[in-house]
């Protein structure tokens, strides 16, 4: 009866890293602010592409609050090309949003825990 709950609870912690693992990566974020006050941010993801039903497929600009202020919708995988840098311009961030998160997905795990805090100039 011992063996069977340390073989169930083995395989479900080997379950729950296999899952984990396939998750998004967020390596780097860097922005640049334009002379009209928009946003370019730059996003390195790394994550192990197998083909078009698994892949890193779309990253997010979201405030603090989760409102969704830019989206980069990745149209194909990248399985050769890892890491790779990924752009969006022309993001409106209110004047009172101090700091945005950054968080990537991919269509078999969903959203990934790895999300990136990125504090903005205070010189706005």
Not at 39 to 56: M, N, Q, S
Not at 78 to 87: A, C, D, I, K, M
Not at 96 to 110: K, L, Y
Request: glycine share 6%; hydrophobic share 40%.
């Amino acid at each position: 009866m011992i063996r069977a709950a340390v073989a169930v609870c083995c395989l479900f912690t080997g379950a729950v890293s296999a899952a984990l693992a396939g998750d998004v990566e967020i390596i780097d974020v860097r922005y640049e602010r334009n002379e009209v006050g928009r946003y370019t941010f730059h996003v390195a993801l790394r994550h192990k592409d197998e083909g078009w039903d698994h892949y890193a497929d779309k990253w997010q600009v979201l405030s603090p609050e989760g409102e969704v202020l830019g989206e980069r919708v990745l149209l194909h995988p990248h399985v050769n090309e890892q890491p790779f840098t990924r752009s969006l311009s022309e993001v409106a961030i209110p004047s009172d949003v101090r700091e945005v998160v950054i968080r990537a997905h991919d269509p078999v795990h969903g959203w990934s825990d790895d999300e990136r805090r990125v504090l903005l100039e205070t010189n706005r």
